[in-house]
């Protein structure tokens, strides 16, 4: 089974009982999948995966779902206008030497280019900011509701990815604070380990341009990472 295949039944079923729910979408993954928001007319989903990748240089994975509200209350998957669904990715690392959480990588956001329920920017990242080092993955997922962007961002586990060829017994003792919790307290730092300090607010902003209009996916960095629309 694709692991998109996978990340879909588990979010309708984690969107309908509400939960925030971590799971292994490939070996070693760890992943968060929670609604970003909810009104009388739809849902709003989140969700970040960080592994090692298919090369063990590590992989990152955001996608924003879309519901509608079902006459029982409920949230069901559903195709939602071109332009209507953003999601962002940030790829953060963590610096063992200075014990800090950094944004070492940002991609997006990215907008539905047809009709769809989900949109989704992945890709081996390839250890872009080092070998030996704990990754997590930052997500933006909103949804457009003719007025405003609704929604929140959802952070992945972290994930130990060591040096290339490094023959390793397992990872070294977590970061003492979890990438969601430095982003929570507005520890995370830009651009490098000795950066600027980003509030909640600022590493977590909604996306500025409206969602009213059709818009074309914007490319991706490197060639190494996936853009697309989630199809039913």
Excluded at 182 to 205: F, H, I, M
Aim: aromatic content about 10%.
């Amino acid at each position: 089974m694709k692991r998109s295949d996978i990340a879909r039944i588990v979010g309708s079923a984690a969107a309908a009982l509400g939960l925030v729910v971590g799971f292994t979408g490939e070996a070693s993954a760890v992943s968060s999948f929670r609604y970003t928001h909810t009104d009388t007319v739809r849902c709003i989903a989140g969700y970040a995966e960080t592994s090692a990748g298919s090369n063990g240089g590590g992989y990152s994975r955001s996608i924003t779902y879309g519901y509608n509200r079902t006459s029982s209350g409920g949230c069901q998957l559903a195709n939602q206008y071109t332009g209507w669904l953003s999601s962002e990715r940030h790829i953060l690392a963590f610096d063992m030497a200075r014990g800090v959480w950094w944004k070492c990588a940002g991609f997006g956001p990215l907008r539905n280019p047809v009709p769809a329920v989900g949109v989704e920017l992945s890709g081996n990242f390839n250890r872009v900011c080092g070998g030996d080092v704990w990754y997590a993955t930052n997500t933006a997922a909103y949804g457009w509701d003719g007025v405003a962007w609704r929604g929140s961002w959802v952070v992945s586990g972290n994930h130990w990815v060591p040096r290339a060829g490094l023959a390793t017994g397992g990872a070294p003792v977590p970061p003492k604070i979890s990438a969601a919790e430095a982003v929570r307290r507005g520890e995370v730092r830009l651009g490098s380990p000795t950066g600027p300090k980003a509030s909640a607010a600022e590493l977590q902003a909604a996306p500025r341009v409206a969602g009213s209009a059709p818009v074309s996916p914007l490319a991706s960095s490197g060639g190494a990472y996936g853009a697309r629309a989630i199809t039913r």
